[in-house]
């Protein structure tokens, strides 16, 4: 079976960082288009990262030069390194498989994107 599993959440300060994991299992995520959204006060889910195929990356404007996407084929595991995190990027991170690149919300849980099953970040002091 299919499986994204998530880690790596956890609550820290302002200026903190985190690195979120995401394993899959059941498929490669060598050729898939990888994607970490985070759920918004509206209960969508918008596209804060991806990195696709041809491993071109994509990032919110909100997160741009602070958080860093990888992913590792050997572990099939995608990361997100979080840097000077803030009180607003508080919010459940999903990881998902079949994420379009570019900016956009969607309904968490939409049939077009496989989803893991989300980490809660908490940023506040």
């Known amino acids: 079976d299919m499986q994204l599993m998530e880690s790596g959440g956890g609550s820290v300060q302002p200026g903190g960082s985190l690195r979120l994991s995401c394993t899959a299992s059941?498929?490669?995520?060598?050729?898939?288009?990888m994607g970490w959204y985070r759920q918004t006060p509206g209960n969508g889910c918008e596209l804060v990262s991806g990195i696709s195929s041809d491993d071109s990356t994509y990032y919110a404007d909100s997160v741009k030069g602070r958080f860093t996407i990888s992913q590792d084929n050997e572990k099939n595991t995608v990361y997100l390194q979080m840097n000077s995190l803030k009180p607003e990027d508080t919010a459940v991170y999903y990881c998902?498989?079949?994420?379009?690149?570019?900016?956009?919300?969607?309904?968490?849980?939409?049939?077009?994107?496989?989803w893991g099953q989300g980490t809660q970040v908490t940023v506040s002091s």
């Open positions: 059941g498929f490669t995520i060598d050729g898939s288009e």
């Open positions: 998902a498989a079949g994420a379009t690149m570019g900016p956009s919300i969607v309904l968490c849980g939409a049939p077009h994107v496989f």
